[in-house]
Structure formats: C-alpha cells, structure tokens
C-alpha cells in the first residue's frame, strides 16, 4: 500500500497538516491533484513549506481552480473539465516503484470531482488506502462513522484515524465504532512550522511503519 490518501470527515479539520507530518514520517513524495480556492495559496505551497527539502517531493497539481468551492463546481465556473482517468494517469508517471506517495484531497470522501465522479471513486481508481483526519465539534461523531461506513461499504482499505487537537472522549468511541486504528493526534499548535511537523512526524512514524509493514 505505497499510495496513502489522506480524506477527512469534512472540511477544515487539518488535513493538510496531516498529509505534511505522514509525508514526513515515510519520507515520502506528496500530491493534492485538484486544488480549489487557490487564489489564497495552495496546499501544495503549504506542504511544502513544512517537509524537508531535497527529501520530498511535492508534484503540481493536476488541476487548480480559483473558486473556494466543490472543484465540481469550481470547474463548470471555469469551463474546465476534470478529467479522473487522467489524474489515475499521472499518479503512475509521476510515482516512483517503491515509494510512498501522500495523496491529499478536497473536502471529504462525498466531494464530487465531476457531475458524474465523487472524491471515493477516485481513491478506487488510484487503489489507495486512506487515513481519515478528524477533530472533535458538535457533530464530529455522526461525521466521522459516515466517513467510516462509507469507506466500509466501498470496500476501500483503511489505515486508520489521525486525530487534531486536544484528546476527547469521542475518539474513542468512534475508534471503536468504526473498527479502524488510532494511528495518531496532531496537538494544536499556536505555530505550524518545519519543526513542529518533524516532531508529530517522529511520533507517528512507528505506527505508520508497522501498518505498512
């Protein structure tokens, strides 16, 4: 399972730091194909202002649309189509035999891509397993076991959750709801930096490894 996706329960709960600190631990190469709202900056730029440099490489982006909404949407504002088979295309091109690649998404597994194509369908199509992020509000709960039993009924491999902010009780509870692991918490940080990202990396990279092993 050298393609690792990174989804999340829903917008805003740190995925991208998530993919940051799981590019770090397997020193892997990092790629988010569609990026919306982008006149803001980039996850991209983001990542890779946090990873090692001359260790990861962080691929362009096959698509990035300005608009700050559903790269479906996003793309019919500018007349773009996305094309999914071709994002499966480059991920074999641009992916080296043996190593790991962190692939980020938009939004969560129900994003649709196209009118036609959801977020899961493409993480199918690239035969990834997935780590959900995940952070406690109200709601949290419901949010993540349908993430869960999204990814159960499609049959997609799973490596487990990595949680943001401080410990609540309602990881627990959807740790055993769900079935799937704990790989992890990101603390919140008052700063995101290169070094904060290299220290949550060494703590998960143990449990990272063994769940590749």
């Not at 190469?29 to 890779?48: A, I, L």
């Not at 949290?140 to 959750?161: C, E």
Request: net charge negative; glycine share 8%.
């Amino acid at each position: 399972m050298n393609r690792i996706f990174i989804t999340g329960i829903g917008t805003g709960v740190g995925k991208t730091i998530v993919s940051a600190c799981v590019t770090t631990a397997l020193e892997a190469d990092y790629w988010k194909p569609v990026q919306s709202g982008s006149e803001e900056g980039t996850d991209t730029q983001t990542v890779r202002a946090l990873v090692p440099e001359g260790v990861t490489i962080c691929h362009p982006e096959a698509y990035v649309l300005k608009e700050p909404a559903s790269p479906h949407l996003a793309a019919r504002m500018e007349q773009v189509t996305i094309n999914t088979a071709e994002i499966v295309r480059q991920a074999a091109a641009l992916q080296p035999a043996h190593r790991a690649l962190v692939i980020e998404g938009a939004g969560g597994l129900l994003v649709p891509l196209t009118d036609d194509v959801l977020t899961l369908d493409l993480v199918r199509d690239l035969g990834a397993g997935v780590i959900i992020a995940a952070q406690n509000y109200l709601g949290s709960i419901n949010h993540s076991l349908l993430t869960a039993r999204v990814l159960q009924h499609a049959g997609v491999p799973v490596m487990g959750w990595i949680f943001g902010g401080d410990y609540h009780t309602n990881e627990d509870n959807v740790v055993r709801l769900s079935g799937y692991p704990r790989i992890g918490r990101i603390p919140q940080a008052t700063e995101v930096n290169m070094a904060f990202v290299q220290q949550q990396a060494q703590l998960l990279s143990a449990p990272l490894k063994a769940l590749l092993a």
